[in-house]
């Protein structure tokens, strides 16, 4: 092999897996384009591990929704 070529991977650098996150968290998951609901296979189920902006929008949206749930749930604390 010359300096001027890489050595090839072997590997599909577009592969991926779905989002296990967003596979539980949202309900619209399956209406998703597949593309949408696919993450890189190397990063963990966030945000900016999926392959498309809309993927990574609709798992932000998730993750707010499921932050305000949490929000929502607890108790008010009152300040002195």
Same mark, same amino acid.
């Given at each position: 092999? =010359? +300096? &001027? ?22 309900? =619209? &998951?399956a ?7 696919? $993450?890189?296979? /190397? +990063? *963990?189920?966030?945000?900016? %591990?999926?392959?498309?902006e809309?993927?990574? $929008? /609709?798992h932000?949206?998730? *993750? +707010? $929704?499921? /932050?305000?749930a $949490?929000?929502? %749930? %607890?108790? +008010?604390?009152?300040? %002195?």
């Open positions: 092999m =010359d +300096l &001027f070529h890489r050595q090839p991977e072997h590997a599909d650098p577009r592969s991926g897996r779905e989002c296990g996150f967003c596979s539980t968290m949202d309900p =619209d &998951f209406s998703r384009r597949p593309i949408d609901r696919m $993450v890189v296979h /190397k +990063l *963990e189920d966030t945000a900016s %591990a999926h392959l498309t809309d993927g990574y $929008v /609709k932000r949206i998730a *993750e +707010l $929704v499921t /932050k305000r $949490v929000m929502v %749930a %607890a108790p +008010l604390q009152r300040s %002195a």
